[in-house]
C-alpha cells in the first residue's frame, strides 16, 4: 500500500515535467544548431543538379519519409492526449521539427552527398528567414493596433466585421487580421446564445478565404513570391477571391439573422441600447503595415531599387522588415498591447514547425520537380482539387510549393500564350498556377488544421466560453457550406 500523499505524487509529477520540459529545450536547442551548421556549410557547396541527383536515387520514397511524418505530426500529435500537452510547448515542436529536418539531410548525405545535403539545408534557409521574418514582421506590428469599444452585434453588423476582415487579411496577413479582429467580435457577441457558428464562418473568411490578392495575404503565396511569382500577379485572382467571399457572407447573414430572431428581442436589448462607438489604438502602426507592404513589392534581392537604379543586396528586404517590426515594439506602448492580447507565442509555433519543414520538403520537391509530369494532373481543375484537397488535412504553405513545382514541369519553358514568366527564370501556366493557388488558400478553411490561424482562433473562442465544434463538427459545416461554394467557383473561374 503506497503511502505517499497527493500533494508529493503532485510535485513528483511537476518536478518530472521540469525536467522533461528541460531536456526538449536542450534538444530542441541541438537540433537546431546543428541544422543550421549544415546549411552554413552550404554556402561553400556547388552540387549542380541537385533536384535530378536526388529523384534519380531509387530509395527516394525513403527521403521523403520525415517530410510525410512532420506532416503527420502536425495533423495528429495535438489530438493524442498522452501527448497534448507536451506539443503545446514551443520547445517541443522546435525538437520534433528540426530532428525531422535533420532526418531527410542525413538520408540526401548517404544517398547522394554530404555536399547536396548542405546545398539543400541551404535552400531550405534561403527560404525559411524570408518567410519566417515577413510573418514575425506583420505579427509584430498589426499586434500594435488594438480595436476597442463594443459594438451591438447585429447580423449586419456581424457581416460587415468578416467582410473587414476578407480585406485586412491581405494587408496583414490572414494570421494578423483574425488576431485583430477576433476578440472585438467575440466581445460584441458575449451575449448572444449562438456564437459558434460567427466563430466557424470567421476561420473561413478572416483566416483563410479573404489572403488571396497579395502574397503577404497567406503563407502559400508568400512562398510563391520567394519562387519568382510577381508580386502583383495575385490581383488577377480578385473575380474568385470576391465570389466565394461573397457567397459565404451571404450565407452567414442568412444564418446569423436566423439565430437572431431565435434569440429573442429581450437578450439584444442591452447590446443594442449600450453599444459604444469602435476605438483604434495604435494608429501609427498603420504607416509601418503600409511600408511593410512597400519593402515587400518593391526590394527583391538583386533587382534595381525604385528610383534609384541600385541593385538590392540580399536580405534587405528582411531587415528593413525587422526594422519595422522593432519600431514598432518601440513606439507601441505595452497596454495597447495588452489589450490585444498579444504574445509572441503564436508566432513561435510557426517558426518552430517551419524549420524542420523547409528542411524535409527539399526531397519531395526535388521528386515533384523532376517527376512532376508523369503524374496525370494537367488540368486548372485537377490542381485546385488535390491542392486544396491536401492543404485541407495537411499545411496549405508546402502543399502549395510542391504543386508549383508539379506546374512547372508541365509548362514550356519560354514565353507564350497564357504562360506567367517568374522573376526566378522560370515559367507556369497562369492558368495552373490560379488553380493552385486558390485550393491553397481557400481550401485551408476545410478543417482546423489546414491554416495555421485556424486553431489559433479556435483556442481563442474556446478559452472566451465558446462551445466550439470539434474536429469531425467542423468539417460538416465546411462541407455543407464552404464546399458547395468552392465548387462552384472553381466550375466558373478555373475551368
Known sequence: MSTQSPNTAQNHDEAHSVRAGKFTIIGAIVAATLAALIALRGLSAHTENLYALVAARPTWIVGCIPFAVLLLCIAIVPMIPALEHWWERNSSKLLVSCALGIAALAWLASQVSVEAAATAAMHGLDEYVPFIILLFSLFVISGGISVGGRFAATPRMNTGILALGAVLANLLGTTGASMLLIRPLLTANSHRAFRAHTVVFFIFVVSNCGGLLLPIGDPPLFLGYLRGVPFEWTLTLWKPWLFVNAAI?????????????????????????????????????????????????????????????????????????????????????????????????????????????????????????TNGGELGINTPLSFFWITGGLSSVLDNAPTYVVFLEVANTQTPNFIADGVLPLTSGEFVRNDLLAAISCGAVFMGAMTYIGNGPNLMVRAIAAKEGVNMPSFGGYIVWACCVLLPILAAASYLFLR
Open 249 to 369: 457572407l451571404c450565407v452567414f447573414y442568412v444564418i446569423d439573422l436566423r439565430r437572431w430572431k431565435q434569440e429573442g428581442l429581450h437578450q439584444h436589448r442591452e447590446s443594442l441600447t449600450h453599444g459604444q462607438g469602435i476605438t483604434l489604438h495604435g494608429q501609427s502602426n498603420g504607416l509601418l503595415l503600409i511600408v511593410s507592404v512597400l519593402a515587400v513589392a518593391l526590394v527583391a534581392p538583386e533587382k534595381p531599387l525604385p528610383f534609384i537604379g541600385v541593385m538590392a543586396p540580399n536580405l534587405l528586404r528582411e531587415g528593413i522588415l525587422v526594422a519595422l517590426a522593432g519600431f514598432s515594439l518601440l513606439i507601441t506602448p505595452m497596454k495597447i498591447r495588452t489589450l490585444q492580447g498579444f504574445s509572441f507565442t503564436p508566432i513561435g509555433e510557426v517558426a518552430a514547425i517551419f524549420s524542420g519543414l523547409f528542411l524535409a520538403m527539399q526531397i519531395p520537391m526535388a521528386v515533384l520537380s
